[in-house]
Each structure stands twice: as C-alpha cells, then as structure tokens.
C-alpha cells in the first residue's frame, strides 16, 4: 500500500504559508540536500493542489542547471494534482485528480507503491489531515518566526499522539522531524 507523506517547510512557530523569504528551494546545504535525496528515494508520487502544482511547473522544468536533483525527480515522479478547474496538467507524468480529492487519494493509498508525498499545498493539506489520511509528517524547521500566515493543522484538529521517529540538525539551523501518525486515531474538534 501507498503511504501519504506530508513533508513541509515550516517555521519554528508552526506557519507553512510563506509571507516572507526564509526559504529558497534552490539554495540548500549539501547536509539538507542529501536528506531530500535519501527521502526521494522512497517516493514514487508527489499530491499538489492546482496553484502548489502550478508554482512547481513553472519553476521546476525551467531549471536547466539544478544542482539539487529536484527537477529530475520531479520530472521522473508521478504527480497527481487535486484540481477542480485545469484541464491540461502541461507537465510530464501528471494526473488530474477530478473526483471527491479525499475518495480518490484514499483509492491511491490503497495501490501498490512507495510513499505519496504531499507539500505546500495549504488547504489540500488541511482535508488530508481532517480526513485522517496522512501517514507520516516530515517537517523542515526554518529558524524564524513568521507571525503570521496559514499554520499545517486546520484551526481546531487535535491529532492526541504523533510518534518522533527520527530527527536531524543541518549546518544552516534548520531541523527535521519526522511524525509517524497513526491514521484513524486523529479527530477534530471545533
């Protein structure tokens, strides 16, 4: 079975939307870059919704220089984009996903294969985790305080108990913490 995988940027105080400029995609340590590849390894599949999918395709394919590896596997992954208005994904290995996007990801996790990692992608995110569908979360903690902007848990999610099951300190301050989630155990509360 396909694993979801929720890997997200993210600042010391919880915020995902970046409203400023603590991240770069193009400029990371070599430490940070090989812990992406070593988490590449185990994906076959990226979940984007329309304007994360739309931010990459028109970033990632135009970067004929990337040291970083991203755009070949990018290029390489399938990718499926939760979508209820494109109709031409425009970029190599990508599906629409046009169904109920909780019913067609939970038909997903349920084929064979690697993990499915989700990221950026705010309010995708937030229907994943309340439809208690996520597997694990991988969170790369930027050394700042944002103060504002969207956080990765919709206002109100309670998840009782995630499990550390790894953790690392890169040479540029950021941490990464991995959370084993035990799906079905979440629940919401308003």
Not at 69 to 75: C, E, F, K, R, Y
Not at 81 to 108: H, K, M, Q, Y
Not at 163 to 188: I, K, P, W
Request: aromatic residues 8%; proline residues 4%; glycine residues 8%.
């Amino acid at each position: 079975m396909t694993r979801l995988v929720i890997t997200q940027n993210i600042t010391v105080d919880g915020r995902v939307e970046m409203l400023g400029d603590w991240f770069d995609p193009a400029d990371q340590t070599p430490d940070v870059l090989e812990e992406l590849h070593r988490q590449d390894s185990t994906c076959d599949a990226v979940l984007l919704g329309r304007r994360t999918f739309e931010s990459f395709r028109g970033y990632w394919p135009a970067q004929t220089d990337d040291e970083t590896g991203v755009t070949n596997q990018l290029n390489q992954v399938a990718k499926y984009v939760a979508t209820s208005t494109l109709t031409d994904p425009g970029w190599v290995n990508s599906t629409i996903l046009t169904g109920d996007v909780i019913d067609e990801v939970g038909r997903i996790k349920q084929q064979p294969g690697r993990d499915m990692v989700a990221t950026g992608s705010i309010s995708l995110c937030h229907d994943l985790i309340a439809a208690g569908l996520v597997d694990e979360y991988r969170l790369f903690i930027y050394p700042v305080v944002q103060g504002r902007g969207r956080a990765l848990f919709p206002e109100g999610h309670e998840i009782p108990t995630l499990e550390l099951v790894d953790h690392l300190a890169f040479s540029n301050g950021v941490a990464c913490m991995r959370y084993q989630s035990h799906t079905g155990n979440s629940s919401a509360t308003t």
